[in-house]
């Protein structure tokens, strides 16, 4: 069984920064793409970004180009988000999932509040 769990969500000014961690446990993560997705209060959710299973290749929104920055350790794996120059409007919550055109597996979701 495949199970995703996010950490490292919290409140930050605007200007901040924070890394969010998806531990994945069961087999064979490093065969699999993963995704970061936010969903914000009102809204629907939303693609953040995407990383390739060697993690050779990663995908962003724009909106978040140039300011996140997705990775993985296969060896523990985990993915990561490391989010810098944080705005308000990135206040979300944010997911992670396993695959590629299709998410088979999601995580919970770890809470981001930015403050102006």
């Known amino acids: 069984q495949v199970r995703l769990v996010e950490s490292g969500g919290g409140l930050v000014q605007a200007g901040g920064s924070l890394r969010l961690s998806c531990a994945a446990s069961g087999r064979a993560f490093n065969n699999y793409g993963m995704h970061w997705f936010r969903q914000a209060p009102g809204k629907e959710r939303e693609f953040v970004a995407a990383?390739?299973?060697?993690?050779?290749?990663?995908y962003y929104a724009d909106s978040v180009k140039g300011r996140f920055t997705i990775s993985r350790d296969n060896a523990k794996n985990t993915l990561y988000l490391e989010m810098t120059s944080l705005k308000p409007e990135d206040t979300a919550l944010y997911y992670c999932?396993?695959?590629?055109?299709?998410?088979?597996?999601w995580g919970k979701g770890t809470l981001v509040t930015v403050s102006s």
């Open positions: 999932a396993r695959g590629w055109q299709t998410m088979a597996y």
């Open positions: 990383i390739s299973w060697s993690g050779g290749n990663t």
